[in-house]
């Protein structure tokens, strides 16, 4: 087991700092960027999350996949980018072993920043705890429909709470202003 | 990490040679769909790195288990050798079972007839070419525990041919009758039929005697 941890260990993350930074050119637009600092804490954080999610990395990170994700989000905030960044990259190896590698990364991705958009309005904790959970446990029971739509508009169907319904609330409005 | 050759050269490769082969490997294990791979996969993608690179010790040529050979021209040659051992064991097994005779023993019947061919279709050369698939409940004289994949899959065959070979040496009725006078009950037991024919013949079962059976 040492040895087993020893060489995949060894696998280089050096390379990761660079390829976060080079994100800043495309998140610019969105008025987020990423100090030097900041990238080593999420390369280290990335590395660190691995290891407690015992996988390994070979060739370039999930990070910079992760940013370029999220960069547009209405709920991305510079003072929270990188932390939000660091938890989102936790969340993601997490729930790759949850979903036994069964869902690809990109599938994986556009699930979960859908929700972050959407049933989440940007809260990490709920995406982790209650979306990404209840789907896991889909994905572990067979259900495999996200292979069709790369994992957009995935969680209506399992999604237990009721939601807010804008269009009834116009109407609602609508009723008890103007009848 | 270092492998032997039959002629007890041995080649050391260092693990940054290695990696770059797993994470080739890892790639197309997830058809580029996944950047990461959990350690137990990885693990068992380096096993399969090493075992390809051990299969270069059945390599005739010694020229080429020579010191100059880096890791990746190593695991390649060895992933050719190891293919045409298995095309080569497949081909041996088909050809062996157009005669084969299982003589009523359900674990003879069920390892070679059911279980082999298995082994041929869903045998992973690439990504786990250590695992041998089956549990090869039938026991024949020269198995070894130790041996895994198409090593242990080859040994395995060549002992079958074997025991074949010598059991056809005898007519098909004194084979089940001194079976059934062994014991009544031998076509539900795990045993092996050569090794009690054997031993009513009064062969030892050193093996010597199975041997010369088999030359003539």
Same mark, same amino acid.
């Given at each position: ?19 976060? !930074? ?45 940013? !370029? ?11 929270? %980018? ?30 979960? $920043?859908?929700? %972050? ?22 994905? $572990? ?16 169907? %399992? ?16 009723? !008890?202003?103007?009848? | 990490?270092?492998? *032997?050759? #039959? ?47 051990? #299969? ?34 497949? #081909? ?17 019947? @069920? ?23 089956? *549990? ?26 074997? #025991? ?12 089940? @009758? ?25 062969? @030892? ?12």
């Amino acid at each position: 087991m040492e040895q087993e941890k020893s060489w995949i260990e060894c696998v280089s993350i050096e390379h990761q700092m660079a390829e976060i !930074l080079d994100t800043n050119e495309s998140t610019a637009a969105y008025g987020l960027t990423l100090s030097r600092e900041q990238a080593r804490m999420i390369a280290e954080s990335g590395k660190d999350a691995l290891r407690q999610e015992r996988r390994v990395e070979f060739g370039g990170s999930i990070s910079k996949a992760i940013i !370029l994700a999220f960069c547009d989000s209405q709920y991305m905030e510079q003072d929270h %980018f990188a932390e939000t960044v660091i938890r989102l990259q936790e969340i993601f190896y997490e729930f790759k072993n949850e979903m036994l590698d069964q869902i690809s990364d990109d599938e994986l991705l556009n699930f979960m $920043r859908e929700q %972050f958009e959407g049933v989440c309005a940007g809260d990490v904790d709920y995406l982790e705890d209650t979306v990404l959970t209840v789907y896991a446990q889909a994905v $572990r029971n067979g259900y495999d429909g996200f292979k069709g739509t790369d994992g957009r508009g995935e969680y209506q169907q %399992f999604d237990e709470v009721q939601r807010w319904d804008p269009e009834l609330y116009r109407e609602m409005l609508k009723d !008890l202003i103007w009848k | 990490m270092a492998y *032997t050759s #039959e002629g007890g050269k041995i080649m050391q490769f260092e693990m940054e040679e290695l990696i770059p082969i797993v994470a080739e490997l890892a790639e197309t294990y997830t058809s580029r769909e996944s950047s990461s791979i959990t350690y137990e996969k990885a693990e068992q993608l380096m096993q399969a790195v090493l075992y390809t690179i051990n #299969e270069l010790r059945f390599s005739d040529a010694d020229y080429l288990v020579s010191a100059c050979m880096n890791a990746r021209q190593a695991y390649d040659l060895g992933y050719e050798i190891l293919c045409r051992r298995v095309s080569g064991c497949r #081909e041996a097994y088909n050809r062996m079972i157009v005669d084969f005779d299982d003589y009523g023993n359900e674990f003879y019947y @069920d390892t070679v007839v059911k279980g082999l061919p298995l082994f041929f279709l869903h045998y992973d050369a690439r990504y786990d070419p250590q695992d041998h698939l089956l *549990t090869l409940d039938y026991i024949t004289r020269d198995f070894d525990t130790e041996l895994t994949g198409i090593d242990q899959i080859s040994v395995y065959l060549n002992s079958i041919l074997e #025991e074949q070979r010598y059991l056809k040496g005898f007519r098909r009725e004194y084979v089940i @009758d001194t079976l059934m006078r062994w014991n009544r009950g031998y076509r539900r037991l795990p045993v092996n039929v050569a090794e009690i024919v054997q031993k009513a013949e009064g062969q @030892d079962g050193t093996g010597e005697e199975l041997d010369r059976v088999c030359k003539h």
